[in-house]
């Protein structure tokens, strides 16, 4: 089947403006999971899903960071007023169910780039 | 909190050899899941090989094995006959067992280069 979607692929934007980065995860898995990977960087998470609800919101790296998810399914991750800092690959992961057991499959990312 | 080092920055092999690539991490848990992922320049990360902590036995994937040494806690990736295809950046990766433990914790990468 098909695997966990993003949009878009590419994205350069100027300095203080608003993005939003889209996620459709794999059809049937109820989490979703969102990282960053900075140039040279690992991947540092963000914040995941259950469902639509986000238990854990302490991965955003400040409160220009946002993110929701609407009927089980696709997630939206909102940067505002973006920085030069925030330019970066932002990926999306899905999984079966919120637990540990179950793999995250990882879609390509977006790329951001903040002039 | 864990941790996840992988102290190979940059790796090279020539086509049809082996390589091996090391990971360690840091953890008071006995109970987690180590993750080794390929990223192409594609960017999509996929997942090559996964191991669970309580057992004992390696994991293998076709040309792909680990060496998992818990009480060092030191996860090594072996790549058996490289190919082409196996140019990639190479993340080690390490989640709790359990519910409220959601997240993956990466180390930095080791970019593997194959020589034709």
């Known amino acids: 089947g098909a695997g966990v979607s993003q949009s878009p692929s590419n994205k350069v934007t100027e300095k203080g403006k608003d993005v939003e980065l889209r996620c459709d995860p794999i059809?049937?898995?109820?989490?979703l999971y969102w990282y960053r990977q900075s140039l040279g960087q690992g991947l540092e998470f963000l914040i995941y899903f259950q469902g639509n609800s986000a238990p854990d919101k302490s991965g955003l790296p400040s409160d220009r960071f946002s993110a929701e998810r609407t009927g089980g399914s696709v997630s939206t991750l909102t940067i505002q007023r973006t920085q030069q800092e925030d330019s970066a690959v932002y990926l999306c992961?899905?999984?079966?169910?919120?637990?540990?057991?179950?793999?995250?499959?990882f879609g390509p990312g977006t790329r951001l780039t903040v002039l | 909190a864990q941790t996840v080092t992988q102290s190979q920055p940059e790796m090279s092999v020539q086509e049809a050899e082996t390589v091996t690539l090391s990971c360690t991490y840091d953890?008071?848990?006995?109970?987690?899941?180590l993750f080794w992922y390929k990223q192409p320049p594609s960017r999509q990360m996929i997942l090559v090989i996964r191991?669970?902590?309580?057992?004992?036995q390696n994991a293998t994937e076709n040309r792909f094995s680990v060496n998992f040494q818990k009480a060092a806690k030191s996860f090594s990736l072996k790549i058996s006959d490289s190919q082409l295809g196996d140019a990639a950046m190479y993340f080690c990766a390490y989640i709790s067992d359990g519910f409220g433990n959601e997240k993956l914790t990466f180390g930095t990468g080791t970019r593997l280069t194959i020589i034709p």
């Open positions: 992961a899905s999984s079966l169910a919120y637990q540990s057991t179950d793999t995250q499959y």
């Open positions: 953890t008071s848990e006995s109970d987690y899941y």
């Open positions: 191991q669970e902590a309580y057992k004992q």
């Open positions: 059809s049937g898995h109820t989490a």
